[in-house]
T-cell receptor, first 117, second 115 residues
């Protein structure tokens, strides 16, 4: 089946530094990628939607200059948390739309636990 | 506004017992409905979905869900829970008219299984 590989699975960084999270579709082309943020014991909140070769569409309240999303190829999308602060600590998950499975045919990455100290 | 409510934050059941996880939605029209499961530190796995047709939907791992339009509900059930079912469960909805395919998730229900 369609697999999305998300790396790293966890990362600890110092406040003020930037962190890049990668999501790769291993056996399919991901024309659309969704990025979610999940706080402990809470739901997934959509941050942005990215389409290959286009600028990402950010949800209301999400700082696009802080959370940089790049979807330069059909198999790779990245989320960079710039100038990270402790309040950015969270679980970040990507989800890729699988061609041929309809608008809601997704496969999710395994998530990245970001801790900013 | 569109919303999804999972009234039970945490449920504990004994292994072998039956399970029902509740999900209610508020939407302008009947949306597409989904149930996902998330193991600790992992991504989400689709259990089942409802688009149309038979309101009782069968999914993977022995789960089923029933869509009840009159109650705006899509409750998840399993007749006999296994210890490996312990996880976080999310109900989600998507608009039929959406071009983007965005999902709105409920708050999640944590399932604990007692031996």
């Amino acid at each position: 089946g369609a697999v999305v590989s998300q790396h790293p699975s966890w990362v600890i960084c110092k406040s003020g530094t930037s962190v890049k999270i990668e999501c790769r579709s291993l056996d399919f082309q991901a024309t659309t990628m969704f990025w979610y943020r999940q706080f402990p014991k809470q739901s997934l909140m959509l941050m942005a939607t990215s389409n290959e070769g286009s600028k990402a569409t950010y949800e209301q309240g999400v700082e696009k200059d802080k959370f940089l999303i790049n979807h330069a190829s059909l198999t790779l999308s990245t989320l960079t948390v710039t100038s990270a602060h402790p309040e950015d600590s969270s679980f970040y998950i990507c989800s890729a739309r699988v061609a041929g499975q309809g608008r809601y045919g997704y496969t999710f990455g395994s998530g990245t636990r970001l801790t900013v100290v | 506004a569109q919303s999804v409510t999972q009234p039970d934050i945490h449920i504990t059941v004994s292994e072998g017992a039956s399970l029902e996880l509740r999900c209610n939605y508020s939407y302008g029209a009947t949306p597409y409905l989904f149930w996902y499961v998330q193991s600790p530190g992992q991504g989400l796995q689709l259990l089942l979905k409802y688009f149309s047709g038979d309101t009782l939907v069968q999914g993977i791992k022995g789960f089923e869900a029933e869509f009840k339009r009159s109650q705006s509900s899509f409750n998840l059930r399993k007749p006999s829970v296994h210890w490996s079912d312990a996880a976080e469960y999310f109900c989600a909805v998507g608009a039929r008219s959406s071009n983007t395919g965005k999902l709105i998730f409920g708050q999640g229900t944590t399932l604990q299984v007692k031996p």
